[in-house]
């Protein structure tokens, strides 16, 4: 690969990256948002690599037949740099990103992931306000339905939001959030099943309310985080979609 492709590699890149996170928000499809100022440094020094590559790239064209200060010749157009042709793939996603960003992850990925652990709170439950339906997280649901021995959110309507995974049996399906810790190469999944409706398309994000199932012994491990539920609603991708808190939208 010649000097001018790595330098429009290097270029394209930059501008990619930098169209990508300050003027969209497609990057939180693969990253957390507090990574937004790296992604914004990384495009900026690409960028500035690229331009001074092409300022610099006099005698362009140009090899050395040895290494003891004799002149260059030309080489004739032909590449002496053994760069094999797989690497102009490299371009590929540097056009992706300008042009066509890879879907976010969804349901195809959690269809296939185990759901994440949900840990004990550290300062164990605080009482639930009176608001009806209660808006919560899954993992906020989750950890009512099996470490609350108050059994605080036993016949209580619940409203909870995430996207639609398909079940492994055709009785229920699952309400999902994926989680970032990073990015989307470590991302966990949280599910709570769901009943008493016919399963909407797969990846189609939901303001689900209704009450705990019960399967299993409320507040404690026995019991099923899943939801009997009266009233489910398509709702916009929320801004924080990979977040398991409550959605934000837009402002």
């Known amino acids: 690969m010649?000097?001018?492709?790595?330098?429009?590699?290097?270029?394209?890149?930059?501008?990619?990256?930098?169209?990508?996170?300050l003027f969209t928000d497609i990057y939180l499809r693969y990253v957390k948002a507090g990574l937004r100022p790296l992604l914004i440094v990384s495009g900026a020094v690409l960028l500035?690599?690229?331009?001074?590559?092409a300022a610099l790239g006099d005698g362009q064209g140009q090899t050395y037949d040895d290494d003891h200060g004799r002149e260059p010749t030309p080489d004739h157009g032909h590449d002496h740099s053994g760069?094999?042709?797989?690497?102009?793939?490299?371009?590929?996603?540097?056009?992706?990103?300008?042009?066509?960003?890879?879907?976010?992850?969804?349901?195809?990925?959690?269809?296939?992931?185990?759901?994440?652990?949900?840990?004990?709170?550290?300062?164990?439950?605080?009482?639930?306000?009176?608001?009806?339906?209660?808006?919560?997280?899954?993992?906020?649901?989750?950890?009512?339905?099996q470490q609350d021995r108050t059994l605080a959110i036993r016949n209580r309507a619940v409203r909870l939001t995430g996207f639609v995974t398909p079940a492994e049996d055709a009785d229920g399906w699952y309400l999902t959030r994926i989680i970032f810790t990073c990015c989307a190469a470590d991302s966990q999944t949280v599910k709570v099943r769901v009943y008493g409706t016919e399963a909407p398309p797969a990846d189609t994000w939901l303001a689900v309310t209704?009450?705990?199932?019960?399967?299993?012994?409320?507040?404690?491990?026995?019991?099923?985080?899943?939801?009997d539920v009266t009233d489910a609603r398509?709702?916009?991708?929320?801004?924080?979609?990979?977040?398991?808190?409550?959605?934000?939208?837009?402002?």
């Open 2 to 21: 010649r000097r001018p492709v790595q330098t429009l590699l290097l270029t394209l890149t930059g501008i990619g990256l930098l169209h990508t996170t």
């Open 48 to 53: 500035l690599l690229g331009l001074a590559s």
């Open 83 to 145: 760069a094999p042709r797989v690497a102009w793939l490299l371009f590929l996603p540097a056009l992706s990103l300008l042009f066509y960003a890879p879907p976010a992850l969804g349901a195809y990925t959690a269809a296939r992931s185990n759901a994440k652990p949900v840990s004990m709170p550290k300062r164990g439950f605080a009482p639930l306000p009176a608001t009806s339906p209660l808006p919560l997280t899954l993992t906020d649901f989750t950890r009512r339905v």
């Open 210 to 227: 209704g009450t705990w199932h019960p399967r299993g012994a409320l507040g404690t491990v026995t019991a099923e985080a899943a939801l």
């Open 234 to 251: 398509p709702v916009a991708q929320p801004v924080n979609a990979f977040t398991d808190d409550l959605p934000l939208t837009p402002s």
